[in-house]
């Protein structure tokens, strides 16, 4: 089982930016999806970004021209960038990767806009 390890979350004010890191304990190459979701409270956790396959990005409708999802095979992490963001954005964050038929979360990590 992949174990993935996210840091970046915390408290900006509205139109601020942050970047979340997930770093996984193994290889990524051959991933069939990795990114990242979120979950604000009273809410189903919805997909924000999200690598499919080796070439395919899909987002959020809530966060296009926002955010960036990228990675980095070399250290096995990807990377949101977050820019632009809103109060609506609260939420904790969740990476998330499939692999060989097998999914991994981390354990999430808070993100907080002030208005």
């Known amino acids: 089982q992949v174990q993935l390890a996210e840091s970046g979350g915390g408290l900006v004010q509205a139109g601020g930016s942050l970047r979340l890191s997930c770093t996984a304990s193994?290889?990524?190459?051959?991933?069939?999806?990795m990114g990242w979701y979120r979950q604000a409270p009273g809410n189903q956790r919805e997909e924000v970004a999200l690598?499919?396959?080796?070439?395919?990005?899909n987002y959020g409708d809530s966060v296009k021209g926002r955010f960036t999802l990228s990675r980095d095979y070399a250290k096995n992490t990807v990377y949101l960038q977050m820019n632009s963001l809103k109060p609506e954005d609260t939420a904790v964050y969740y990476c998330?990767?499939?692999?060989?038929?097998?999914?991994?979360w981390g354990q999430g990590t808070q993100i907080t806009v002030s208005s």
């Open positions: 193994g290889s990524i190459f051959g991933a069939s999806a």
């Open positions: 998330y990767i499939k692999k060989f038929g097998r999914e991994s």
């Open positions: 690598f499919t396959g080796a070439s395919a990005t």
